[in-house]
């Protein structure tokens, strides 16, 4: 079995924290830019953030630039999107997708046609 799994979504209040986890299942991250996207219901899927493998690059969302902070850790197999100041707009399931990296940036485009976790449920609540 090759995927990427998210874990790490939950509920929590205004203006608290979450990190979430992208891990490589059946392979390694090696080689590949990683990209954070959310779905909320009757919504369309929206980019976050990504980084790329080599030159660890990243891009963010305005939606989410200065709060939210996309890193990697490639001796743990894992990427990580930590999510600060978070907000009830932030409620969404939260994704993420992998792709063969090709460049020194990472492409938001590319890894939205890219292979996708099941992802893991945020739910930002008074």
């Known amino acids: 079995q090759l995927e990427v799994v998210e874990s790490g979504g939950g509920l929590v209040q205004p203006g608290g924290s979450l990190r979430l986890s992208c891990a490589g299942s059946?392979?390694?991250?090696?080689?590949?830019?990683i990209g954070w996207f959310r779905q909320a219901p009757g919504k369309e899927r929206e980019g976050l953030s990504c980084?790329?493998?080599?030159?660890?690059?990243?891009n963010y969302a305005d939606s989410v630039k200065g709060r939210f902070t996309i890193s990697r850790d490639n001796a743990k197999n894992t990427v990580y999107l930590q999510m600060n100041s978070l907000k009830p707009e932030d409620t969404a399931r939260y994704y993420c997708?992998?792709?063969?990296?090709?460049?020194?940036?990472?492409?938001?485009?590319?890894?939205?046609?890219?292979?996708w976790g099941q992802g893991t449920q945020v739910t930002v609540s008074s």
């Open positions: 997708a992998r792709a063969r990296s090709i460049e020194i940036t990472c492409n938001m485009r590319r890894l939205s046609s890219g292979s």
């Open positions: 059946g392979f390694t991250l090696d080689y590949y830019d």
């Open positions: 980084i790329n493998y080599s030159s660890g690059r990243t």
